[in-house]
């Protein structure tokens, strides 16, 4: 197999797809990327930035707090840091979560 040279779509350089990473893509049947690794990693940098705060209203107060998950998927009432805190001392749990951003 030879060295594939494929342009970015996003940028307009082209890249090589080497020997090796063929042979993976198509062991694991994916298609050749399409984005130069500068470019996929600019990606993943600002997908994970993205992964981004939403606003949310505490269960028990009220009171507006920031959180790191979509307040839609989540089915746990969502509490601000002080209620978390006090839900925990009130529930004693044997596995705690990491605290909320708040
Ligand atoms: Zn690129
Ligand atoms: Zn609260």
Redesign the pocket.
């Known amino acids: 197999m030879a060295n594939i040279t494929q342009t970015?779509t996003?940028?307009s350089?082209q890249f090589l797809v080497i020997d090796k990473e063929q042979q993976f893509l198509q062991e694991k049947s994916l298609p050749l990327p399409t984005?130069?690794p500068?470019?996929r990693q600019t990606r993943r940098l600002k997908l994970r930035g993205e992964r981004a705060l939403y606003r949310a209203k505490c269960s028990k107060c009220d009171k507006e707090i920031i959180v790191s998950y979509d307040p839609k998927t989540v089915t746990n009432q969502i509490l601000c840091k002080h209620d978390y805190e006090q839900y925990f001392l009130e529930n004693d749990p044997i596995i705690t979560d990491p605290l909320p951003d708040a």
């Open positions: 970015c996003v940028c350089k984005n130069c500068t470019c």
